[in-house]
């Protein structure tokens, strides 16, 4: 068997295969279905500091190769998952990861920090394409400065790692990712959803409450594989790719445009056991190809 262990600087990973933060809840959810500590990771769905209830239904819709979704960060808070989910999650052998998301770099900040002291998290993704409250609502991860103001005011707080998760909503992504990796980044994961619509003809009205929500499934492969080529050669820090992944074919793909890990997102709703079924097929290919190491094929296209 080929070595799939990788590094995401200090965070140490059995394999590449991890788990999309909003896809897999908070990872116990699938633990009838996979052994959830073959996994390199699992990113667990967004936290903020406040519960938030989310959008109103609709919220999701069914598109060609994909979904589109509206869900607005419904979760409980940190301090209900403090005390009510870090107990059931903390013994399963594998990073748990948690995704932060906030309305000011400061709200992130004091979310991380109460983070910072749980030992068996040993990392945290930071959501910058939330709206910044105060900046009229833009979303911090469309600006350069957006973006380093909260990498910069979590860095202060969180002393773990710090990947970034960037929104495809972009001119540029790349400065995006150099503008976080000059604040302290240690990795950056991309793409998130491409934003989206869909109409009922018959009520002449948007299928989703909000109108518009956020695109993800194989539709967006393309476009991620791209963005993450640019970013992995654009920054020195390890990238994290995901968006759209469905297989190993899929995750070979990344790896080669330059991505230490990936990360399984829509997948999981279509196949509870698709992550597991990526690790034996990548190995497998490894194998095949006769490589003694996953290192041999991270970053291969020039």
Same mark, same amino acid.
């Given at each position: 068997?080929?070595?799939? =262990?990788? #590094?995401?600087?200090?965070?140490?990973?059995?394999?590449?295969?991890?788990?999309?933060?909003?896809?897999?809840?908070?990872?116990?959810?699938?633990?009838?279905?996979?052994?959830?500590?073959?996994?390199?990771?699992?990113?667990?769905?967004?936290?903020?500091?406040?519960?938030?209830?989310?959008?109103?239904?609709?919220?999701?819709?069914?598109?060609?190769?994909?979904?589109?979704?509206?869900?607005?960060?419904?979760?409980?808070?940190?301090?209900?998952?403090?005390?009510?989910?870090?107990?059931?999650?903390?013994?399963?052998?594998?990073?748990?990861?948690?995704?932060?998301?906030?309305?000011?770099?400061? @709200?992130?900040?004091?979310?991380?920090?109460?983070?910072?002291?749980?030992? #068996?998290?040993?990392?945290?993704?930071?959501?910058?394409?939330?709206?910044? *409250?105060?900046?009229?609502?833009?979303?911090?991860?469309?600006?350069?400065?957006?973006?380093?103001?909260?990498?910069?005011?979590?860095?202060?707080?969180?002393? #773990?790692?710090?990947?970034?998760?960037?929104?495809?909503?972009?001119?540029?992504?790349?400065?995006?990712?150099?503008?976080?990796?000059?604040?302290?980044?240690?990795?950056?994961?991309?793409? @998130?959803?491409?934003?989206? $619509?869909?109409?009922?003809?018959?009520?002449?009205?948007?299928?989703?409450?909000?109108?518009?929500?956020?695109?993800?499934?194989?539709?967006?492969?393309?476009?991620?594989?791209? $963005?993450?080529?640019?970013?992995?050669?654009?920054?020195?820090?390890?990238? *994290?790719?995901?968006?759209?992944?469905? =297989?190993?074919?899929?995750?070979?793909?990344?790896?080669?445009?330059?991505?230490?890990?990936?990360?399984?997102?829509?997948?999981?709703?279509?196949?509870?056991?698709?992550?597991?079924?990526?690790?034996?097929?990548?190995?497998?290919?490894?194998?095949?190809?006769?490589?003694?190491?996953?290192?041999?094929?991270?970053?291969?296209?020039?």
């Amino acid at each position: 068997m080929a070595d799939l =262990n990788v #590094k995401i600087n200090n965070l140490k990973l059995k394999n590449p295969i991890m788990t999309a933060s909003g896809t897999f809840g908070y990872g116990i959810e699938f633990a009838d279905f996979i052994p959830l500590d073959q996994l390199g990771g699992i990113i667990v769905k967004g936290t903020t500091l406040e519960p938030r209830q989310g959008n109103d239904y609709p919220r999701m819709v069914e598109t060609p190769q994909g979904m589109l979704n509206c869900v607005g960060l419904q979760n409980k808070g940190i301090d209900y998952f403090i005390h009510n989910i870090y107990p059931q999650i903390m013994k399963i052998d594998t990073n748990m990861i948690v995704n932060v998301s906030g309305n000011s770099p400061e @709200n992130y900040a004091l979310c991380a920090e109460k983070l910072d002291v749980l030992d #068996k998290i040993p990392a945290i993704e930071i959501n910058i394409s939330c709206p910044n *409250v105060k900046d009229g609502g833009m979303a911090f991860g469309v600006t350069a400065r957006g973006a380093a103001s909260v990498v910069k005011a979590v860095r202060k707080k969180y002393h #773990k790692t710090v990947i970034v998760k960037l929104s495809p909503n972009v001119t540029d992504i790349a400065d995006i990712a150099r503008a976080c990796e000059s604040e302290g980044a240690d990795s950056v994961s991309l793409i @998130n959803t491409l934003m989206g $619509m869909a109409v009922d003809i018959e009520k002449r009205q948007p299928l989703l409450s909000i109108r518009t929500g956020g695109l993800s499934g194989p539709a967006v492969r393309p476009v991620a594989l791209r $963005m993450v080529y640019d970013v992995a050669h654009a920054v020195k820090i390890p990238v *994290v790719g995901l968006g759209g992944i469905c =297989n190993a074919h899929d995750t070979i793909e990344f790896l080669m445009c330059g991505a230490t890990a990936v990360e399984i997102g829509t997948a999981n709703f279509l196949d509870p056991t698709v992550t597991i079924k990526i690790i034996d097929e990548l190995n497998d290919w490894l194998d095949k190809h006769g490589c003694k190491s996953v290192d041999e094929i991270i970053g291969v296209i020039e």
